[in-house]
């Protein structure tokens, strides 16, 4: 990147609200099933259907809102979007415009350890348009498909004001909200399937000007990896351009992950393009002081919360404890081992060691955890108990992960166990000494780095297997 350049980005964030139900029809959301298979008058956009408003979709809405630090508005409206596109039957999408559900929110990030407060502009409740599928370009003759399914799935956007100033914001940003969603349960937030989706909205401008230079909007970005990789490419993009005299457009640009690069789809429409106007055949959206404060009684614990309260009920280390929380999945796991187990700080370091180690090397998240947390335990407790040295418990853990088996299988197949027993201990230690006469003397002459070495052809004799710490006392006892 060059100097004397300023990014900002801010992010337009699509999140899908796990509802029964669509948002204006009683159609299933689910992913996945026989195209057009969920579909009803209302979310074909039949003439004459009317649309109705889940209330489930509008009380996860708020949580979501809530749990963002907005305020949410007493009174909002819904709006027709009007565009064309061939999976939009309507020719409008019902979205909310000038009075949004919830406004002035924010989120706290950390980068490179600074917290950054970033705003959130605003919370709306949307439906989803259908989705286009293309079959054959550009090699062929190209067939064109239209699934409606999605048409009319409940979603919210999320604006952030223009705060993020580099793709590492961003990345963490995202992330924070991925999180705050999947703990609030509000949304799986899975963006294969699309039920997270995030354009990013990026100018840049001289380093001391105030006033934001053109930006564009990057679209596609179906993971967070291509997120930052599209943000730093388009960063790059619009300095070279203004510094060679060119000019940035206000477009709509796609990531191709394939090549590396945005390219331009289209010039972007303004707000007024869409002609907004009152949706009529909706009242307006009414939220009363006791229905915010039945949603907020009714809020599942979040992650900053969580990670407080692991910190003072399980004496953790408060980055152990961002870590652990840092999803949700995970910081169940943990304390059901830390119950299970009765360790927790043993069951943590474990966890952040040693079983995240494993899940990253074979690709796996902490859902697909081929070893239970249950499973975990027992072998926090066998380290805890010196019945295994750290060292065993290792080779077990990985023999666990890949067989699926318990600690206690493991042990009795390959014969584990530690020794504990001084005087098999002892027995060995004098095996080793009378084996190696020079080292014996050297020892006795003073050089007593020579005493490491003994304790290794220990720890080989047994495979491994002696307590660590009695075999330091039997020799030191056998060899002084
Ligand atoms: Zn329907
Ligand atoms: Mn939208």
Same mark, same amino acid.
């Given at each position: 990147?060059?100097?004397g350049?300023?990014?900002? #980005?801010?992010?337009?964030?699509?999140?899908?609200?796990?509802?029964?139900s669509?948002?204006?029809?009683?159609?299933?959301?689910?992913?996945?099933?026989?195209?057009?298979?969920?579909t009803?008058?209302?979310?074909?956009?039949?003439?004459?259907?009317?649309?109705?408003?889940?209330?489930?979709?509008?009380?996860?809405?708020?949580?979501?809102?809530?749990?963002?630090?907005?305020?949410?508005?007493?009174?909002?409206?819904?709006?027709?979007?009007?565009?064309f596109?061939?999976?939009?039957?309507k020719?409008?999408?019902?979205?909310?415009?000038?009075?949004?559900l919830?406004?002035?929110?924010?989120? #706290?990030?950390?980068?490179?350890?600074?917290?950054?407060?970033?705003g959130?502009?605003?919370?709306?409740?949307?439906?989803?348009?259908?989705k286009?599928?293309?079959?054959?370009?550009?090699?062929?003759?190209?067939?064109?498909?239209i699934?409606?399914n999605?048409?009319g799935?409940?979603?919210?956007?999320?604006?952030?004001?223009?705060?993020?100033?580099?793709?590492?914001e961003?990345?963490?940003?995202?992330?924070?909200?991925?999180?705050?969603?999947?703990?609030?349960?509000?949304?799986?937030?899975?963006?294969?399937?699309?039920?997270?989706?995030?354009?990013?909205n990026?100018?840049? $401008? $001289?380093?001391?000007?105030?006033?934001?230079?053109?930006?564009?909007?990057?679209?596609?970005?179906?993971s967070?990896?291509?997120?930052?990789?599209?943000?730093?490419?388009?960063?790059?993009?619009q300095?070279?351009?203004?510094?060679?005299?060119?000019?940035?457009?206000?477009?709509?640009?796609?990531?191709?992950? $394939?090549?590396? $690069?945005?390219?331009?789809?289209?010039?972007?429409?303004?707000a007024?393009d869409?002609r907004?106007? *009152?949706? *009529?055949?909706?009242? *307006?959206?009414?939220?009363?002081?006791?229905?915010?404060?039945?949603?907020?009684?009714?809020?599942?614990? @979040?992650?900053?919360?969580?990670?407080?309260?692991?910190?003072?009920?399980?004496?953790?280390a408060?980055?152990?404890?961002?870590? @652990?929380?840092?999803?949700?999945?995970?910081?169940?796991?943990?304390?059901?081992?830390?119950?299970?187990?009765?360790?927790?700080?043993?069951?943590?370091n474990?966890?952040?060691?040693?079983?995240?180690?494993?899940?990253?090397?074979?690709?796996?998240?902490?859902?697909d955890?081929?070893?239970?947390?249950?499973?975990?335990? #027992?072998?926090?407790?066998?380290?805890?108990?010196?019945t295994?040295?750290?060292?065993?418990?290792?080779?077990?853990?990985?023999?666990?992960?890949?067989?699926?088996?318990?600690?206690?299988?493991?042990?009795?197949?390959?014969?584990?166990?530690?020794?504990s #027993?001084?005087?098999?201990?002892?027995?060995?230690?004098?095996?080793?000494?009378?084996?190696?006469?020079?080292?014996?003397?050297?020892?006795?002459?003073?050089?007593?780095a020579?005493?490491?070495?003994?304790?290794?052809?220990?720890?080989?004799?047994?495979?491994?297997?002696?307590? *660590?710490?009695?075999?330091?006392?039997?020799l030191?006892?056998?060899?002084?």
């Amino acid at each position: 990147m060059l100097s004397g350049a300023t990014p900002s #980005d801010f992010a337009e964030v699509h999140v899908q609200l796990l509802t029964k139900s669509k948002i204006f029809c009683s159609c299933s959301p689910r992913f996945g099933d026989p195209p057009n298979s969920n579909t009803c008058p209302v979310c074909l956009g039949l003439p004459g259907a009317l649309p109705v408003l889940n209330r489930d979709a509008v009380t996860m809405a708020m949580k979501a809102a809530q749990a963002l630090n907005c305020a949410i508005n007493p009174r909002s409206r819904f709006a027709r979007k009007n565009y064309f596109y061939p999976d939009l039957p309507k020719g409008y999408q019902i979205s909310q415009y000038d009075e949004p559900l919830a406004k002035s929110g924010w989120v #706290d990030i950390k980068v490179e350890g600074t917290h950054k407060r970033i705003g959130i502009t605003r919370v709306h409740l949307e439906e989803d348009a259908g989705k286009s599928l293309h079959e054959g370009f550009p090699d062929s003759e190209e067939k064109s498909y239209i699934d409606l399914n999605r048409s009319g799935v409940p979603l919210i956007e999320i604006v952030s004001e223009p705060d993020l100033r580099s793709p590492a914001e961003a990345y963490d940003y995202l992330t924070r909200v991925k999180t705050i969603m999947q703990y609030l349960e509000v949304s799986n937030c899975n963006m294969e399937e699309g039920s997270l989706r995030c354009d990013a909205n990026v100018s840049v $401008r $001289r380093q001391g000007t105030t006033t934001f230079g053109t930006k564009t909007e990057v679209k596609n970005l179906n993971s967070f990896k291509f997120l930052q990789k599209a943000l730093a490419y388009e960063i790059d993009r619009q300095i070279k351009l203004i510094e060679s005299g060119g000019e940035v457009l206000q477009e709509t640009r796609l990531w191709d992950s $394939r090549e590396q $690069r945005t390219y331009g789809m289209r010039t972007k429409e303004f707000a007024h393009d869409y002609r907004y106007f *009152p949706e *009529p055949d909706l009242l *307006p959206l009414v939220v009363s002081e006791k229905w915010k404060e039945e949603v907020r009684l009714s809020m599942l614990e @979040l992650p900053d919360a969580r990670k407080q309260r692991l910190v003072g009920e399980y004496a953790l280390a408060d980055h152990d404890a961002s870590e @652990l929380t840092s999803s949700k999945f995970l910081a169940s796991y943990f304390e059901d081992a830390a119950k299970a187990s009765g360790e927790p700080k043993l069951a943590a370091n474990w966890i952040l060691s040693e079983l995240l180690y494993l899940l990253k090397e074979s690709n796996k998240g902490i859902t697909d955890s081929p070893v239970t947390a249950g499973n975990l335990a #027992d072998l926090v407790r066998l380290v805890a108990s010196g019945t295994i040295s750290g060292k065993m418990g290792k080779d077990i853990l990985a023999e666990m992960f890949s067989t699926g088996k318990r600690a206690g299988e493991v042990m009795a197949e390959k014969g584990l166990a530690q020794i504990s #027993d001084p005087e098999k201990i002892a027995t060995v230690v004098r095996e080793v000494i009378a084996a190696n006469p020079n080292q014996v003397e050297q020892y006795r002459k003073g050089k007593t780095a020579t005493f490491g070495w003994f304790v290794g052809q220990v720890m080989k004799a047994t495979r491994g297997q002696a307590n *660590p710490q009695l075999v330091q006392e039997l020799l030191k006892k056998e060899l002084g």
